[in-house]
């Protein structure tokens, strides 16, 4: 079974900080691409953040930008995103997603693999 699982979501203050891991299971992320998502109730799903399958190129959603950092550890299977100085619009259900790709390129559409999605909430 293929799947992706998300944690690291939770309860934080406003300019807290969360590090949200995307861990595959099933399959290797050596050659997908993944993107953080998220949606907040009432919302549409939008993109946050991508980074290719080599981890060279790294591509921000303007509203993160410059807060949050996406990394990945292939060896481990992990995809990470580090949220810094958090604010209340970024309450949020976080999913991560796989996209295979031999391209170094992100990519945030046509997404093969979802996690179920971890809670995050910023609220003093």
């Known amino acids: 079974q293929l799947q992706l699982v998300e944690s690291g979501g939770g309860l934080v203050q406003p300019g807290g900080s969360l590090r949200l891991s995307c861990a595959a299971s099933?399959?290797?992320?050596?050659?997908?691409?993944i993107g953080w998502f998220r949606q907040a109730p009432g919302k549409e799903r939008e993109g946050v953040s991508c980074?290719?399958?080599?981890?060279?190129?790294?591509v921000y959603a303007d509203s993160v930008k410059g807060r949050f950092t996406i990394s990945r550890d292939n060896a481990k299977n992990t995809v990470y995103l580090q949220m810094n100085s958090l604010k209340p619009e970024d309450t949020a259900v976080y999913f991560c997603?796989?996209?295979?790709?031999?391209?170094?390129?992100?990519?945030?559409?046509?997404?093969?693999?979802w996690g179920k999605g971890t809670l995050v909430t910023v609220s003093s």
């Open positions: 997603a796989a996209v295979y790709t031999v391209q170094a390129v992100c990519v945030m559409i046509g997404m093969d693999y």
């Open positions: 099933g399959f290797t992320l050596d050659y997908y691409a």
């Open positions: 980074i290719s399958s080599s981890g060279g190129s790294t």
